[in-house]
């Protein structure tokens, strides 16, 4: 009886998050927490290098805040996307980098050339030695009140670690 009851609630569960999921509530919850304003922004970016160094990756740094909505539309669009979510991962460490009065992180921001000037979001690329390889304006990525999948997808690509080796190109 009582294997039935845990049973009942866990199909109860499951079935609120399928429905929370399919109307947006669910990604909603997630969205809220994209950023940590608590977090060692400094570690975190060492520990991707690392990551990147040991698969052969790039490190692409999202910077941010949970209170910009468009950060939050630029991750719905490529967490939402087959193909942007499969570049990003497959050639790149991701990494969301915090940007609010909580945390500005400006001595992290001062070390990647001050990216901030670009305004929010904007992403910043470094190499597996955790070089700086290029900085983003994330609004040549926009398109109305979202962002162009297309543009996302050959400003990542160009960037990969692929793109980049001098001997694709000989």
Not at 100 to 122: D, I, W
Not at 133 to 140: D, F, G, I
Request: glycine residues 6%; charged residues 20%; proline residues 4%.
């Amino acid at each position: 009886m009582m294997f039935m009851r845990k049973y009942r609630n866990l199909i109860a569960i499951a079935l609120l998050v399928t429905i929370g999921t399919r109307t947006g509530y669910a990604q909603q919850v997630i969205d809220k927490k994209l950023y940590n304003p608590l977090a060692d922004a400094e570690k975190d970016i060492q520990k991707a290098v690392e990551q990147a160094r040991i698969s052969g990756k790039h490190v692409f740094i999202q910077i941010g805040g949970n209170w910009c909505v468009w950060c939050h539309r630029f991750n719905e669009t490529v967490m939402n996307n087959d193909t942007l979510r499969g570049i990003l991962n497959h050639s790149y460490v991701p990494l969301h980098v915090n940007y609010s009065p909580e945390n500005k992180n400006e001595k992290v921001l001062a070390s990647l050339g001050y990216p901030q000037r670009f305004g929010f979001p904007v992403f910043v690329i470094l190499d597996r030695n955790g070089n700086r390889l290029h900085t983003q304006n994330s609004a040549y990525l926009e398109d109305g009140k979202g962002h162009n999948s297309t543009e996302i997808f050959k400003f990542l690509y160009s960037w990969t670690p692929t793109a980049i080796d001098p001997e694709n190109y000989k």
